[in-house]
């Protein structure tokens, strides 16, 4: 039978209207709230909820008012336990009692970890890295996600990731679902722009004595990460024989080092500065607000992001935005986004990064080529991308 493509749409937002969707935030709790990936999946959130979705939140005991955006429903807290015992006793029994209890008509598990059996369609939300290799899982998850990894693929409706190199390798992983496979891609802030002469002089006046700078934001960076940011850094000034500063912001993390670690990272970094030889040279705040820092990018030379990380590459999608060329780390989801609009750097090596700050400065021909790339990409990530996200799940509901 012929049916009009309006009705099916009409079909899908009236079966949306009435629909409610179990939301498993303990991953995102545990990520924060201003990690890109949380942000992504709220803001999907938020686009279904426009068509009448509502939503069970579902967050274990650490849980406070105010940490994720509001969706239309309500927040259901469950005591959680750490270690593998406690995950596989969030999903194998938590998860599907809360199923049961609400009436749900979809479940969208956040940590990429599934669970098998249930009657509802299942969109899983896999960890910003696929693979477990190439990033540090917290204790007890990571054990539990490699186990049901291949099980979880199977019993999703549809499964998103964060690039095209975790599509292929979560494919090989089981042929059988590349079909639900999607890429979620991030999305620039589409508020922002270049800043006037006026503006980057403005910024260089009231940070830098008027000087031009390299910027880099250490929140989340590994100390080894900053050590060598100030090695390459010494390199350049060494050689080249510059005025140029470097500006840095937030504080550093231990990502992947250990929790014992990371409260004393930003102190071993400020004692190392004090005895820095071209600390006369380096501007470190802190404290920064996510607008203050998008102006010190869109005011510097050059910005470096010399670790990848967790990141699904909003920063990178932003320093394009204010028209600013990038040297990024390579090997990763940085360079695979930005197809040659960045100049790569060996992660590890102060020697790779000293060389790329010695040719942006000295080539500005390709400083300008750069910046004219990075604005191609940006038509890669556009919302339209997005969109697909939320037809994928709806289509899904639809059925």
Request: charge should be positive.
């Amino acid at each position: 039978m012929w049916i009009k493509k309006a009705s099916i749409a009409e079909a899908a937002a009236t079966y949306l209207r009435i629909m409610r969707i179990l939301l498993d935030c303990r991953p995102l709790q545990l990520a924060g709230p201003a990690a890109e990936k949380c942000r992504l999946i709220f803001s999907a959130a938020a686009g279904l909820s426009r068509e009448g979705v509502e939503w069970v939140i579902m967050a274990d005991h650490r849980y406070r008012p105010g940490l994720f955006p509001e969706l239309p429903g309500r927040v259901v807290i469950r005591r959680s336990l750490s270690g593998a015992a406690g995950w596989r006793l969030w999903y194998s029994r938590q998860v599907r009692r809360l199923l049961r209890q609400e009436g749900v008509d979809m479940v969208w598990l956040t940590g990429g970890i599934g669970v098998t059996g249930l009657e509802v369609p299942i969109c899983l939300w896999m960890p910003e890295r696929a693979d477990p290799s190439e990033g540090g899982g917290v204790w007890g998850y990571e054990s539990l996600y490699r186990r049901r990894l291949k099980e979880g693929l199977a019993s999703a409706s549809a499964v998103f990731c964060y690039s095209d190199r975790d599509r292929v390798w979560l494919g090989r992983i089981l042929p059988a679902a590349r079909e639900r496979i999607h890429v979620a891609a991030v999305m620039p802030d589409e508020k922002i722009g270049p800043l006037s002469v006026e503006e980057k002089e403005d910024i260089r006046a009231g940070k830098t004595a008027g000087k031009e700078y390299f910027f880099a934001d250490l929140t989340g960076c590994v100390e080894e990460v900053v050590v060598d940011l100030l090695k390459a850094f010494s390199l350049f000034k060494k050689r080249q024989q510059s005025g140029i500063r470097l500006v840095l912001a937030g504080r550093p993390g231990a990502i992947g080092a250990g929790k014992e670690r990371a409260p004393a990272a930003g102190q071993r970094v400020s004692e190392l500065l004090k005895t820095y030889k071209y600390r006369q040279d380096v501007d470190w705040a802190v404290a920064v607000a996510e607008h203050e820092s998008l102006s010190l990018a869109g005011a510097a030379y050059a910005v470096l992001l010399p670790m990848e990380g967790n990141s699904l590459g909003t920063t990178l999608l932003n320093t394009w935005r204010v028209g600013v060329p990038v040297i990024a780390a390579g090997g990763g989801l940085l360079e695979e986004m930005a197809q040659g609009a960045v100049l790569g750097i060996v992660q590890g090596d102060p020697a790779s990064l000293a060389g790329q700050l010695m040719r942006i400065y000295k080539e500005e021909d390709l400083r300008k080529e750069l910046i004219g790339k990075g604005f191609e990409r940006l038509k890669v990530y556009s919302r339209e991308n997005f969109q697909q996200v939320l037809r994928v799940i709806t289509e899904i509901a639809a059925c």
